[in-house]
T-cell receptor, first 114, second 115 residues
Framework: AQSVTQPDIHITVSEGASLELRCNYS??????LFWYVQSPGQGLQLLLK??????LVQGIKGFEAEFKRSQSSFNLRKPSVHWSDAAEYFC????????????FGAGTRLFVKA | SAVISQKPSRDICQRGTSLTIQCQVD?????MFWYRQQPGQSLTLIAT?????????ESGFVIDKFPISRPNLTFSTLTVSNMSPEDSSIYLC????????????FGPGTRLTVT
């Protein structure tokens, strides 16, 4: 069955430190992968997306993600975190096979300490 | 990308009443979605709303409880009927737009509290 796993419920990093948020997926065909961010009291904003091509994709706000097919992972990274990055981050898998609907992971809440 | 607005942004309602949430998009889109996000949880798809046809509901959601209208390509409503405290959630509408299936853009959400 298709699924998305975000192993970390929450992560705390210091401002200026690097960040990696983990995402593992299970999907029978080639996945369409996304990362969204939800700031407090707001809707979700698309950070970046991947389907094919270069396995390292760049997104908005200085984020990037790397697709690793062998590990079924699509981890989100940022070299230097800013206090404004504190938010909830959702990994998602989309597709078209058999009427498949987008599945969202449980989310990882990022806390940034000064 | 599409700009999506929702009304109301938040509401506090009494149990047994109904609330209709509006979703307006600034461009014509084919597929619109309604999600529920319970406190501290991820998103759960309620239904897909396509213009000119009945909404398609996901398992666990029924039309009598969550009737949806989609009168045109820029607008949709979701009604939460006969509310109970368990319906307290954030309700989000989204549209699928862009180059990839699953690439969605979201409204700001409606925070509903049922007392």
């Amino acid at each position: 069955a298709q699924s998305v796993t975000q192993p970390d419920i929450h992560i705390t990093v210091s401002e200026g430190a690097s960040l990696e948020l983990r995402c593992n997926y299970s999907y029978g065909a080639t996945p369409y992968l996304f990362w969204y961010v939800q700031s407090p009291g707001q809707g979700l904003q698309l950070l970046l997306k991947y389907f094919s091509g270069d396995t390292l994709v760049q997104g908005i706000k200085g984020f990037e993600a790397e697709f690793k097919r062998s590990q079924s992972s699509f981890n989100l990274r940022k070299p230097s975190v800013h206090w404004s990055d504190a938010a909830e981050y959702f990994c998602a898998v989309g597709g078209r096979t058999g009427g498949f609907k987008t599945i969202f992971g449980a989310g990882t809440r990022l806390f940034v300490k000064a | 990308s599409a700009v999506i607005s929702q009304k109301p942004s938040r509401d506090i309602c009494q149990r047994g009443t109904s609330l209709t949430i509006q979703c307006q998009v600034d461009s014509q889109v084919t597929m619109m979605f309604w999600y529920r996000q319970q406190p501290g949880q991820s998103l759960t798809l309620i239904a897909t709303a396509n213009q000119g046809s009945e909404a398609t509901y996901e398992s666990g959601f029924v039309i009598d409880k969550f009737p949806i209208s989609r009168p045109n390509l820029t607008f949709s409503t979701l009604t939460v009927s006969n509310m109970s405290p368990e319906d307290s959630s954030i309700y989000l509408c989204s549209v699928e737009e862009g180059t990839l299936p699953g690439e969605q853009y979201f409204g700001p959400g409606t925070r509903l509290t049922v007392t």
